[in-house]
């Protein structure tokens, strides 16, 4: 596969991400492995750059077995965080800015240029796949920049002695739609840690201090409706939310 298709790859998935327009996958059919995604991923995310974001840090994907069942892809995957992509504890979104926006509970830790964890926080991922019903192969959902769309960050937190099996629950309209434990990452979010620096290494990024990490969800996704207001709570950690209009 040429640079000028990877490239072209990169244009139909900003565009389907600008225009709110599912594509099919495009990344797959064109035989794209996952490496080649990747580069893909770059392109997508060097568009956004030109247009003046900054990268704001890395998320990890499917770190979770209740995230692997639900798109039925069992590799953990990694993505870039612009600041542009940055939603205000509390916030709003306008959930008809996303094509089918789906929200998870995470962790997050803030980062400092050698990738240790200066500090912690409840988080909430938005999601927005750009393919189709949500349906997507390795290599495409690696090139779509693994769905990102939209994070919340609670209360940064000096790091507690174990976060290995701390409560997490999902609430929409105070109700609780999913329930979890900080185990379901990986194990222990902290492997996140080596996890994303080992990758951010091979792929040539350079960490930044102040960066937040996105450890991957401690629990299936579910949807953005309009009008709701979804809450991830950490045992121990706090909260972090945000309304949808
Ligand atoms: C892929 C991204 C998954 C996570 O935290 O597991 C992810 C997707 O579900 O669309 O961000």
Redesign the pocket.
């Known amino acids: 596969m040429s640079g000028a298709d990877l490239a072209d790859l990169a244009e139909r998935l900003d565009e389907a991400e600008r225009t709110r327009t599912a594509i099919p996958q495009v990344v797959s059919q064109s035989g794209a492995d996952a490496d080649q995604a990747y580069r893909i991923q770059a392109a997508l995310v060097a568009l956004r750059m030109h247009r003046g974001e900054r990268l704001a840090g890395l ?6 077995r209740a ?1 692997m069942v ?2 039925g892809v069992d590799q953990v ?1 990694w993505g870039r965080l612009t600041d542009a992509m940055r939603i205000e504890d509390g916030g709003t979104v306008d959930a008809g800015r996303y094509i089918h926006p789906r929200v ?1 509970p ?1 962790v997050a830790f803030r980062l400092d240029a050698d990738g240790n964890a200066t500090a912690v926080a409840p988080a909430l ?1 938005l ?1 927005d ?1 750009r393919y189709a019903d ?1 349906r997507f192969t390795l290599p495409d ?1 690696i090139a779509d920049n ?2 990102a769309a939209g994070f919340v960050v609670g209360a940064w937190q000096p790091l507690p002695a174990g976060l290995d099996n701390l409560g997490v629950l999902l609430e929409v309209d105070g109700r609780v739609a999913q329930i979890g434990s900080t185990a379901a990452i990986l194990g222990d979010p902290r492997r996140a840690l080596t996890a994303a620096a080992t990758l951010a290494s091979s792929a040539g990024v350079p960490l930044e201090d102040g960066w937040v990490l ?1 450890a ?2 401690a629990t299936a ?1 579910v949807p953005l409706a309009p009008g709701a207001h979804v809450r991830a709570v950490v045992e121990g950690l706090g909260t972090a939310s945000l309304r949808a209009l």
Not at 59 to 64: A, E, I, M, V, Y
Request: aromatic share 4%; no cysteine; net charge negative.
């Open positions: 998320k990890l994907g499917l770190t979770s995230k639900q798109v995957i998870e995470e991922e999601i796949s949500f959902v693994t769905s996105l991957g969800a996704a």
